[in-house]
C-alpha cells in the first residue's frame, strides 16, 4: 500500500508526527449506540415515577449510568477499537482512583453524619 | 503492509513504532480527559460528602423533584425531570453527530464533516440555551451561591407530597423556607464547572469547523484534529450522565 502522499508514512516511526491509519467502522454502530442511550435514559425516566426512592433505585440509576458511560467511551469515543495497551492505561486508573474516591466518600460520609447530628 | 494491531505483545516494546498505537496529540487529548475526569469525580464525590451530611439533620437535603421541576411555555405545571431529560436527549444527539463527523472524516468526506460538525455546534448551543433557562428558574426562586430558599415549612412539605406529574402549583412564601446552602452553592459549582466545558466544547468545536470549511483538511490529508475535539465533545456528555444521574435522578 503506498502512502506517499502522507507526510508521515506508516512505516517509519517518528513519534511527534505519527498518525495511524484510520479506517470507518461504519455508521451503523454509531446510531445503534445512539438508541441504547436513548432508551437508558427513558427507562432512567420511566423508574423515576414508578418506584419510590430507596437505596435499590439509587443503585439502578449508578448502574445505568455506568452502562451508558460504558457506551459512551467505548464507541463515541473509539476506545474499544483503541490498542490493548491504550485502553488499560485510559481505564485502570480511573478504575482505580474513582473506586478509592467512592470507598473515601462511604467511610468519611457516614462519618461526619455522625459527628453532626449524634 | 503490516497490520501493527495484529503483532504479537512480545515485540511490542522493543521499539521503533507506539505500543499505543495513537497519535502524540490524541494520546495528550485522552490523558487531559482522564485528569478532567479526575476533576469532575472530586466534585460529585464532594458534592455527595456534603450531601451525607444532612442525613438526618433539621433542615434535609431539598428533593431534586421539588425544585427542577419547571418546563418552558408550562408555567405552573408540575413536570420533574422533563426539561433535564430533554436536555440530555440534545447532549446525546449532539453527539452522535459529532462521531458521525469523525466517522465522515475516516471516508474524508470534507462536505460531511462540515455538516455534521454544524450539526453538533447546533446541539451544543441548544443545551447552553437550556441551562441558562434552567440557571434563570433557579435564580429566580431563590438559588444563590450563599442562600437556598428550596427547603420547606410544614405546610409547604404537605403541599409538596400531595404534588403528582403534571398537576398545578404555586409555591407561597409561606411555604418556602432556607435549606442547606451547599444544596445552591453545589448547583452552581458542578453545573457551572460542566456548562464551562460545554461552551469551551462549542467554541473549539467553532474552530475546527471554519478549518473544515477552509479545506485545511483537504491540504493535510487527514481529519485527525476532529477526531481530537470529537473525543472532548463526548467527554463533556459522559460528564452530564452523571450530573444528571447525581444531581436530577437521586
Known amino acids: ?40 435514559t427513558i427507562v432512567d ?5 414508578v418506584a419510590d426512592p430507596s437505596l435499590f433505585r439509587n443503585i439502578v440509576f449508578i448502574v445505568f449510568g455506568i452502562v451508558k458511560a460504558f457506551f459512551i467511551v467505548g ?5 474499544n477499537y483503541e490498542a490493548k495497551f491504550m485502553r488499560w492505561m485510559i481505564i485502570l486508573p480511573a478504575i482505580v482512583f474513582l473506586s478509592y474516591l467512592v470507598w ?15 | 503492509m503490516s497490520n501493527t494491531t495484529t ?28 485528569s478532567d475526569a479526575f476533576t469532575f469525580s472530586s466534585l460529585l464525590v464532594g458534592y455527595g460528602a456534603i450531601r451525607f451530611s444532612y442525613a438526618g439533620s433539621s433542615t ?3 428533593d431534586p423533584a421539588t425544585v427542577f421541576n ?31 463527523a469523525v466517522e465522515a472524516g475516516h471516508r474524508k468526506s470534507n462536505a460531511e464533516v462540515s455538516k455534521y460538525m454544524f450539526l453538533t455546534i447546533l446541539g451544543g448551543a441548544a443545551f447552553l440555551g437550556c441551562q441558562a433557562w434552567e440557571w434563570s428558574q433557579f435564580i429566580h426562586e431563590g438559588g444563590r451561591l450563599d442562600t437556598n430558599m428550596f427547603g420547606f415549612t410544614q405546610a409547604g412539605l404537605d403541599k409538596a407530597n400531595s404534588l403528582s406529574f403534571g398537576s398545578h402549583y404555586e409555591w407561597l412564601p409561606t411555604d418556602r423556607a432556607p435549606g442547606p446552602v451547599p444544596f445552591a452553592s453545589l448547583f452552581f459549582i458542578v453545573t457551572g464547572f460542566h456548562g464551562f466545558h460545554v461552551l469551551s466544547g462549542v467554541v473549539i468545536n467553532i474552530i475546527i469547523w471554519l478549518n473544515v470549511i477552509g479545506g485545511t483538511y483537504v491540504k493535510r490529508g487527514h481529519y485527525e484534529m476532529v477526531e481530537k475535539v470529537g473525543l472532548y465533545w463526548h467527554f463533556v456528555d459522559l460528564v ?5 444521574t447525581f444531581y436530577y435522578l437521586i
Do not use: D, Q
Open chain 1, 104 to 118: 473515601l466518600l462511604m467511610i468519611e460520609g457516614n462519618y461526619v453524619s455522625l459527628v453532626k447530628y449524634f
Open chain 2, 60 to 62: 434535609p437535603w431539598p
Open chain 1, 1 to 40: 500500500m503506498s502512502n506517499t502522499h502522507h507526510s508521515h508514512t506508516e512505516g517509519e516511526y517518528i513519534p511527534e508526527t505519527y498518525i495511524p491509519h484510520a479506517e470507518s467502522h461504519g455508521t451503523k454502530s454509531l446510531w445503534r449506540t445512539f438508541w441504547l442511550l436513548l432508551a437508558i
Open chain 1, 45 to 49: 425516566f420511566i423508574i423515576y415515577f
Open chain 2, 240 to 244: 452530564w450522565v452523571f450530573v444528571f
Open chain 1, 75 to 79: 464507541i463515541f469515543m473509539h476506545l
Open chain 2, 7 to 34: 503483532v504479537s505483545t512480545e515485540s511490542i516494546w522493543k521499539g521503533g513504532r507506539s505500543p499505543f498505537n495513537v497519535s502524540y496529540g490524541k494520546l495528550m487529548m485522552w490523558i487531559f480527559l482522564l
Open chain 2, 70 to 100: 419547571h418546563f418552558p411555555f408550562a408555567h405552573g405545571l408540575h413536570l420533574p425531570l422533563l426539561f433535564v431529560s430533554l436536555m440530555t436527549f440534545i447532549l446525546i444527539f449532539s453527539s452522535v453527530t459529532m462521531v458521525l
